[in-house]
């Protein structure tokens, strides 16, 4: 089966929902894919400092800006589109990604691991990891950034059928990337990771984001890593059924060869 595949990456304004999503509409609509995949907070920018900047950023899973951008494009695109945003619930905000299909129907995942000060004003996701369908069927399961770092995550996704990881990241830490090679490797999926470009500043806070998005193979192959700076978005085809075998020698199935008994988890 030969499905499109994509990774956008961009440097979010902070406080600048606006620019944010129409760099995205502007970097998205020229291309074609079935899937494509964001950064975090990607429409809101990173780097709050209380909870009232965080709480003025945060949008309904449903008719907020992101979500209006986001159907409208997956319809027009034939696209499924994964992107990260504040989501307010009531009276609690999660690190979320919603995915939106191109007939409209849309999913959210809440991120579980919250990194540093993210504590101080997010809740974290209740959740879990949960599986969806993407265009034309295919499995996909969410974590965010900081998820990556919790093998358990990568791997609960993979048994539950995953056959693409799509990590949305604004990655501050150096090992991300490299580690997601191993997470598709042992876990024979194919990942997704959009991380976002650019130093954010805020009060006397600074942060600065790694880039090089990459999607890699259930071999481990980086199919694709971006630089740490450019913008742009890129797409390649991939065979998702590739996933389905978990086979890593004509002896040795990843999942299958797992002695869980022995495992303290
Ligand atoms: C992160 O979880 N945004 C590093």
């Known amino acids: 089966m030969k499905y499109k595949v994509g990774v956008c990456q961009f440097e979010p304004k902070l406080f600048d929902i606006d620019y944010n999503l129409s760099r995205m509409e502007k970097l998205l609509k020229p291309v074609n894919a079935d899937?494509?995949?964001?950064?975090?907070?990607?429409?809101?920018?990173?780097?709050?400092?209380?909870?009232?900047?965080?709480?003025?950023?945060?949008?309904s899973p449903t008719d907020g800006h992101t979500a209006k951008l986001f159907i409208k494009l997956a319809k027009e695109k034939n696209t499924s589109y994964i992107v990260g945003f504040a989501?307010?619930?009531?009276?609690?905000i999660y690190n979320s990604s919603m995915l939106v299909n191109p007939d409209g129907e849309m999913h959210i995942c809440r991120k579980i691991h919250l990194f540093c000060e993210e504590k101080k004003w997010f809740t974290p996701g209740n959740k879990g990891f949960q599986i969806f369908k993407a265009k034309e069927g295919i499995k996909v399961g969410i974590m965010i950034c900081f998820d990556w770092i919790f093998p358990e995550a990568a791997r609960t996704l993979a048994l539950k059928g995953a056959q693409i990881i799509a990590h949305p990241s604004n990655l501050v830490l150096p090992w991300c990337q490299q580690a997601m090679i191993t997470r598709s490797i042992e876990n024979r999926v194919?990942?997704?990771?959009?991380?976002?470009?650019?130093?954010?500043?805020?009060?006397?806070?600074?942060?600065?984001?790694?880039?090089?998005?990459?999607?890699?193979?259930p071999e481990g192959e980086i199919i694709k890593r971006l630089n740490e700076v450019e913008e742009s978005v890129y797409i390649t085809e991939i065979n998702p059924e590739e996933a389905n075998d978990k086979k890593a020698t004509e002896?040795?199935?990843?999942?299958?060869?797992?002695?869980?008994e022995f495992y303290e988890l």
């Not at 989501?87 to 609690?92: F, I, L, M, T, V």
Request: hydrophobic letters at 30%.
């Open 35 to 59: 899937l494509i995949v964001l950064p975090e907070l990607a429409s809101s920018g990173y780097l709050f400092k209380n909870l009232e900047e965080l709480k003025n950023m945060s949008e």
């Open 190 to 217: 194919f990942s997704i990771t959009a991380n976002r470009t650019g130093t954010e500043k805020n009060a006397e806070k600074e942060l600065t984001f790694s880039g090089m998005s990459q999607i890699t193979s």
């Open 251 to 260: 002896y040795n199935d990843v999942f299958t060869d797992r002695r869980t």
């Open 87 to 92: 989501e307010k619930d009531k009276e609690h």
